[in-house]
């Protein structure tokens, strides 16, 4: 098993531009959540998802969509991206509720 | 809203000490309490999750404690290892596995 896997690993965009940061999964998990680092900040939780089709907010989801079409896939999109989103993403996964979760190395995002 | 302190956010300590991490949180509704590792530049690890009826949770020379009631989570690493070097993070799980994440012990095992 591959595990959690992110793609990019490191990415510059300007001002505005879009983007979509990729995860998947190859261990039948339903739950997904992503992830921003900052320092100073932790972890804080942007979206996640219970399963297939189903999608929540988290603390922090302004600026940023995700779907949910595939057990598999949950990528996450920026349509307009702020300087303010520079930062390190984190996707996470796991098998049922109230279960370790597994981490993607993560993508370092800076915006210019 | 769940907060989750960690302190100290660094600490260095000889090897072949006990560290003691710990790490509190005001919503004491949750789920679990899991406690990962960061290694700079990577992502994280699960080290010990306890659930919440749970006191105690090890696994090796880790070993994890909850009080519920007082808010409390104790990480204890036995006898440290210089490859115990690593920022340390505990995260509350509020359900949905939706975790609040502390912001770390960095901790530094010296020689």
């Known amino acids: 098993n591959a595990g959690v896997t992110q793609t990019p690993k490191f990415q510059v965009l300007k001002t505005g531009q879009s983007m979509t940061l990729q995860c998947a999964q190859d261990?039948?998990?339903?739950?997904m959540s992503w992830y921003r680092q900052d320092p100073g900040m932790g972890l804080r939780l942007i979206h996640y998802s219970v399963g297939a089709g189903i999608t929540d907010q988290g603390e922090v989801p302004n600026g940023y969509n995700v779907s949910r079409s595939t057990t598999e896939d949950f990528p996450l999109r920026l349509l307009s991206a702020a300087p303010s989103q520079t930062s390190v993403y984190f996707c996470?996964?796991?098998?049922?509720?109230?279960?370790?979760?597994?981490f993607g190395d993560g993508t370092r995002l800076s915006i210019l | 809203k769940q907060e989750v302190t960690q302190i100290p956010a660094a600490l260095s300590v000889p090897e072949g000490e006990n560290l003691v991490l710990n790490c509190s949180f005001t919503d004491s509704a949750i789920y679990n309490l899991q406690w990962f590792r960061q290694d700079p530049g990577k992502g994280l690890t699960s080290l010990l999750l306890i659930q919440s009826s749970q006191r105690e949770q090890t696994s090796g020379r880790l070993n994890a404690s909850l009080d519920k009631s007082s808010g409390r989570s104790t990480l204890y690493i036995a006898a440290s290892q210089p490859g115990d070097s690593a920022t340390y993070l505990c995260a509350a799980d509020y359900g949905n596995n939706r975790l609040a994440f502390g912001k770390g012990n960095q901790v530094v095992v010296i020689p």
């Open positions: 996470a996964s796991s098998r049922y509720s109230n279960q370790p979760q597994h």
């Open positions: 261990m039948n998990h339903e739950y």
